[in-house]
Each structure stands twice: as structure tokens, then as C-alpha cells.
């Protein structure tokens, strides 16, 4: 550094005196004069020679920038056969040993590549890991100016299966008196149905069927005979009983289907129980989501001729008021054109189109009050619904349906536990049929003709309250948590009906008979039912749960009243988990169930039936868990039989079934022979 000065001086000196003390001085100004003045050529010259001679021989001290360092690399899996393959769409973060750094983090790209730039030189951790793979984590230490390439290989994560071995049984407070089978959220997205909707995915559930017009049977009885719950409310067409009103799937929590509804707030029906909760809006930030906007194309002779289907969704929902209000909205839209096999084409498609939306409001009134309001509206169309290879589009019919649902539910917990919970719903539903024109409608053995026959439309609606009381658990020899209700039910319709005439035409084209109908008039007509309900949930010990209850109704068309007894108990007697349920009601027989979970050993059943006149009848058999065996014990009196049904579900597995009359009292027994622990 020394030296350097020392040449830096002379340098200076040297330059001062060529271009101030000597003649070349005024040479510099008549030349340069106007353009550059002296004493900056003497400062130019001055820095140029002590940037090639002092500052280049003096060393670096640390003052400067240090020069930042990268990483990037590949993520690849093994893939057959050796190969190497990259993986697109791994989450790979950086994180420096420092407490007070952060975290970075990068996704690879379609070739599996990332990288990380402008990093301070240092130990840092790189992990990577994909969902189905095992996350790799490795320490790389980078210098200043480095370019580091860290490439990773990712495994497979392995599938392991435990089976534990219990010697001590669940307790009743897992375990449910009804039978139910969940259908959750996610399940709706990820599961490959025809439709989006919810009566698409139902028959997915054991004991449920869809026919070929669409209709659902649950236990062996048509749609109409059961019920559907939506937020505990009735949605239902108020004529038919049909499951006609759409819910938006995006928007349900969950499906449940009870097979034995044995709780005394369920009533007016006599086949399956299907309960929809929807989803309660986003409460932290808003969410919008955007499914199924591709449509299908339809193509004829190599050429796209417009859409045969498109079911566009979308779901948007967040807080309006931070804590106090909020709000959601789910939307869909259907269009599907279905060919029909021996029409000519373009006259052989029935058309659908139609929408359905479900909006929803939650106010959080308090930390114990809770208001939810959401209105469901609907439409849905079909032309030529019901075209075949003797129907064409001509004497085929167009039917509608449209609506709307308004619903609120509030909730309010007492400070003492107890809870209250008001369920309002208003339903209006409108639906409608008629031909093509008012020709008069031909059958003959070549097929229809003409336009078809039937006009009709048709108004109704229900409102429906609900409210229910539950009180706060009771000590008393166990247990209780008990719910009573009322239920209130109003329904109404109006409607008209006209028919043209039906002519019957012979094969050689003559008129063999004509059907003529009366002239349409307007129909009519409401009913009014009211329920009463009461529910006790007794756990007396962690073996033992009752389930008892009663439902009280009143119908101004039908019955004037009747009663329904409830009753149902969950019982796990050591390694033995017994289940089963009874129910009475009027327009419905009910079935009692118990499940035997045991080691393969030997069982005796011992069933018993006695009816009002106290005539009894007793059969003991014995079974073997591998076998298959049936047990028939009826009572000849008209009024009650019993019919017990044993059958080995899986080695270790017995199911026995119980159906009997309202008026007959059953009892089950159930002894076992050297009994072991189970593995569930």
C-alpha cells in the first residue's frame, strides 16, 4: 500500500507541473480551452493512474458486497425398468440454520426443476415431499458466489395395514342404535358419477336402488314413501313425496341414510330416512371455486354439431361482517341431450336444462345464539321426455318443474346447557305437462301419432315448524339426555288437468274406438298435521345405552290420531357387542336387528313372541358361526308373528333380524358357549 501511494504522489506531481508550470499550459487551453478545463484533466489523469497502480496492488479487506450464491436441481423418481423420471409439482423448501431466517419455498416445474437464487452464503436444510411419496431432507452449506445443484430422488411412501387387537370393547358412546350410512363432501368430488346431484350417488349406499326412470327405492319401497331432510327441515315435493327439489352438491356436509329411524323426531313416512347437511359459510376468508365449465361436444359424420352435455358449478362464500355475518352461494347448471335409439336424427333427443342454487346467510348473534337463513331455487325442463322408437317427438310430452325453498333455523344454548332450536322452511313448487299441440292423439300398430293427450299443471306448498327443546344432561341411575318437539305441517295445492281425445286406429287405417275424457276442472285440496315427540337418550353405564321415545300425531286428512312407541338399546356384554331396535308405527312394519361380534364358537338363540291374548311360541336351535342356518317362529293368532332370521355375515359374524306386528311384545336371547376375545 505503501508503494502505491509513493507512485500515486509522483504520478500527481509530474502531471501538475506538465500541465500548470510549463508552456504546454497554454497550448492545453488554446486546444482544450473550450471544451475541458485544465485542472479536470489533472484530477483525470490523477485517478486513472492510481486505479491501475495503487488500488490494484491493495488487497480487499472485506468492505465490499459478498456475492450471493443459488441452488437448483431436478426431483426425479425411480421409475421402471431404472429409468429415472422428473416430478412435476413438488413443494421443495429452503430453510437457513439461523433462528431468525425464513423460510423459502418453490415448486418444480414440468421437468422437475427448482431453484433458489440471491442467497448469503451459509448452512441451509432443503426438504422436499409430495403427497403418496416419502419427503427427503438433506443439509447443503453454500460459499459466496457459488452455484450449488442439489438434484433429489424421491420413493414411494410404503402402505402399511395394522390390525390391533383390543381385549377391552368400545364403549356405548361410539356405537349408534341406527343404522346409518354416510356419504361425506369429499366423497361427492372425488366419486366418478353420471350426474352431478346428490340422487346420483345414493345408490352407492347398501339397500338402495334407482330405477330406470330415475326414482329412488330405499328398503324395498318407492322415493315417496320416505322422507328427505335438508337441515332437519322437510324438502319434498309437497304432492307427490318425490325427491324432487336439487341441492347443490358443493354445497352438502354431508348424506346420511338411516335404514331404521327409530328416533321419535322422524315421522311421516314409512320407508328410508335420507338427511342432508349443508355447509355452514366461510367464516375466516372467502373461497370461490369453479368446476366443470368444459363442456361436451356432440359430433355426427365428423363434423361437432353443438353440446350433448355441460354442467357448469361454481361456489363462492366468505365473512361480510368479520365474526357477525356470513355468506355463500353455490350454482348449478345442467344441460344434457340424450339420443334415442330408432328416430332419425335430429328428432331423436329428449332435452334437459334446468338450474338449481342454494344461498345461504349465518348471523352470530352471540357466542350462544346462532341464525341461519338460506333460500333454494330451481328449475328444471324436459322436451320430449318420453320418445322411443314408436313415440316420436311429435306425440311425445314436455314436463317442468320450478320453486323455490326459504328455510331459517335458530339456535340457542342456555346457560344451564340446555338447548332450543326453531326450524322454519317454506316450500313453493310448481310443476306442469302438456303435448306439442291440441291434435287429438293416434295409437296404432305402427306407433304414435298425432299430439299427446294430457294438460296439466299444478301448484302447491308446504310450511313447515319445527322447534325443539333439548334439555341439559340429567343424573339418575345413569345418564339422560332428553328432547322434546312439535312439529307442525301445512300442505296445499291447486291445480287443472285437460285431456284431448284418444283415437285407436286398426292396421288397415280404420277407426276402431275413440277416448273421450270429461271436461277438466280445477283441483284442490290442503291438509294439516301436527306431531308431538318425546326423547330420551339413557346412557346407564359405559356397556349400556336406551334409547326411548314417542311421537303423537294429529292429520286433518287421515287418522285423527295416533300414537308410535320408540325403542332402541345398545348393549356390549364383556367381548360381545349386541345391538337392536324396536319401532311401532302405523303405516309402517318395524324391524328389530342384533349383531353378534364374536370368535368362531357356538351360539344359542332362544326367540319368543306372545301377543295380546298371551298365546306364546318358543324355538331353541343352536348354530355354528361357518354355517348358514334359519329360524322360523311364528305365532298362528292374526295378530302378531315374528320371523328371526340368522345369518353368518363373515367367520365370527352373525346377524339376526326380527320382524314383527305392532301388537306383539319380542323378546331376544342370546347365550354364548366359551366365548374369546375378537379382533375389530
Same mark, same amino acid.
Given at each position: ?21 510549463? #508552456? ?8 482544450? $480551452? ?62 437457513? *440454520? ?35 411419496? %416419502? ?23 410404503? /402402505? ?10 368400545? $364403549? ?14 369429499? %366423497? ?36 315417496? %314413501? ?6 332437519? /327441515? ?29 328416533? /321419535? ?5 314409512? $320407508? ?44 363462492? $362464500?366468505?365473512?361480510?361482517? @368479520? ?11 345442467? =344441460?344434457? @341431450? ?88 317454506? *316450500? ?41 327443546? %333439548? ?14 318437539? =312439535? ?13 284431448? #281425445? ?50 303423537? !300425531? ?9 300414537? /308410535? ?34 370368535? #368362531? ?35 298362528? !293368532? ?43
Amino acid at each position: 500500500m505503501t508503494n502505491g501511494r509513493e507512485k500515486l504522489n509522483a504520478v500527481t506531481a509530474w502531471v501538475t507541473q506538465r500541465c500548470l508550470g510549463s #508552456p504546454s499550459r497554454s497550448i492545453a487551453n488554446r486546444r482544450f $480551452g473550450p471544451l475541458l478545463p485544465s485542472r479536470f484533466l489533472t484530477m483525470f489523469f490523477a485517478l486513472i493512474v492510481a486505479g491501475s497502480s495503487g488500488f490494484a496492488e491493495a488487497p480487499n479487506d472485506g468492505g465490499g458486497e459478498p456475492a450471493s450464491a443459488s441452488v437448483e436441481g431436478v426431483i426425479k423418481v425411480s421409475g421402471q425398468q431404472g429409468y429415472s423420471e422428473p416430478i412435476p409439482g413438488v413443494r421443495v423448501t429452503l430453510t437457513a *440454520t439461523s433462528p431468525s431466517s425464513q423460510s423459502l419455498s418453490a415448486t418444480t416445474d414440468d421437468v422437475g426443476h427448482y431453484q433458489f437464487t440471491q442467497l448469503a452464503s451459509g448452512v441451509y436444510t432443503l426438504e422436499a415431499g409430495l403427497e403418496g411419496f %416419502q419427503s427427503v431432507t438433506k443439509s447443503t452449506e453454500l460459499k459466496p458466489g457459488q452455484v450449488r445443484v442439489e438434484n433429489i430422488g424421491l420413493e414411494l411412501a410404503k /402402505a402399511v395395514q395394522k390390525i390391533e387387537v383390543h381385549d377391552k370393547p368400545a $364403549g356405548v358412546a361410539t356405537q349408534g342404535s341406527a343404522s346409518t350410512e354416510t356419504i361425506n363432501s369429499r %366423497q361427492f368430488t372425488t366419486l366418478p358419477l353420471a350426474e352431478q346431484k346428490f340422487k346420483a350417488v345414493m345408490p352407492l349406499v347398501p339397500g338402495v336402488v334407482r330405477t330406470s326412470d330415475g326414482k329412488l327405492n330405499m328398503k324395498g319401497e318407492a322415493e315417496n %314413501q320416505g322422507m328427505l331432510l335438508v337441515d332437519s /327441515a322437510q324438502t319434498v315435493d309437497p304432492v307427490t313425496g318425490s325427491f324432487s327439489i336439487p341441492i347443490p352438491v358443493d354445497d352438502i356436509q354431508a348424506l346420511n341414510v338411516y335404514k331404521v329411524p327409530y328416533s /321419535a323426531e322422524y315421522g311421516g313416512f314409512s $320407508g328410508g330416512l335420507t338427511a342432508i347437511e349443508t355447509k355452514a359459510p366461510p367464516s375466516e376468508r372467502w373461497k370461490f371455486g369453479v368446476m366443470d365449465f368444459i363442456p361436451g361436444f356432440r359430433g355426427k359424420n365428423g363434423h361437432i354439431v353443438g353440446i350433448s352435455d355441460w354442467t357448469p358449478r361454481l361456489f363462492f $362464500g366468505g365473512p361480510i361482517v @368479520k365474526n357477525k355475518l356470513n355468506f355463500s352461494e353455490a350454482f348449478t347448471y345442467d =344441460v344434457r @341431450k340424450q339420443p334415442v335409439r330408432g328416430l332419425a336424427w335430429p328428432a331423436n333427443e329428449t332435452k334437459q336444462q334446468g338450474f338449481d342454487s342454494l344461498t345461504n346467510f349465518q348471523a352470530v348473534l352471540s357466542p350462544r345464539h346462532l341464525l341461519t337463513v338460506s333460500v333454494n331455487g330451481f328449475s328444471n325442463r324436459r322436451q320430449f321426455a318420453d320418445i322411443s322408437a314408436l313415440v316420436p317427438q311429435t306425440a311425445s310430452s314436455d314436463d317442468g318443474q320450478r320453486g323455490v325453498s326459504i328455510g331459517a333455523a335458530d339456535t340457542y344454548q342456555f346457560i344451564s346447557g340446555a338447548l332450543l332450536s326453531t326450524v322454519f322452511r317454506y *316450500t313453493r313448487f310448481d310443476s306442469n305437462a302438456h303435448g306439442q299441440g291440441p291434435e287429438d292423439m293416434v295409437i296404432s300398430p305402427e306407433g304414435w301419432g298425432g299430439n299427446f293427450f294430457d294438460t296439466w299443471t299444478r301448484s302447491a306448498n308446504q310450511v313447515e315448524l319445527f322447534p325443539i327443546y %333439548q334439555f341439559a344432561q340429567k343424573e339418575w341411575h345413569g345418564r339422560h339426555q332428553l328432547k322434546v318437539g =312439535v312439529d307442525f305441517n301445512h300442505r296445499s295445492y291447486s291445480g287443472t288437468d285437460h285431456s284431448h #281425445p284418444i283415437q285407436l286406429i286398426r292396421h288397415d287405417g280404420s277407426l276402431a274406438e275413440q277416448i273421450s275424457f270429461q271436461a277438466g276442472g280445477r283441483l284442490s285440496t290442503q291438509a294439516t298435521e301436527v306431531a308431538e315427540f318425546l326423547q330420551d337418550d339413557w346412557r346407564i353405564n359405559d356397556r349400556l345405552s336406551l334409547n326411548l321415545g314417542g311421537r303423537f !300425531s294429529t292429520q286433518s286428512v287421515g287418522r285423527l290420531a295416533a300414537f /308410535a312407541p320408540r325403542a332402541a338399546f345398545v348393549y356390549a356384554p364383556g367381548r360381545i357387542a349386541r345391538r337392536s331396535s324396536e319401532a311401532a308405527s302405523a303405516s309402517s312394519t318395524p324391524r328389530s336387528r342384533c349383531w353378534l361380534r364374536t370368535s #368362531p364358537t357356538t351360539l344359542r338363540a332362544l326367540s319368543a313372541c306372545t301377543t295380546g291374548v298371551g298365546r306364546r311360541s318358543f324355538r331353541l336351535s343352536s348354530f355354528k358361526t361357518p354355517m348358514l342356518r334359519r329360524c322360523l317362529v311364528a305365532d298362528l !293368532s292374526k295378530q302378531a308373528a315374528i320371523l328371526t332370521l340368522v345369518r353368518v355375515i363373515s367367520p365370527g359374524t352373525l346377524r339376526l333380524t326380527a320382524r314383527f306386528g305392532v301388537m306383539s311384545w319380542c323378546g331376544l336371547a342370546i347365550s354364548t358357549v366359551t366365548p374369546r376375545t375378537s379382533i375389530s
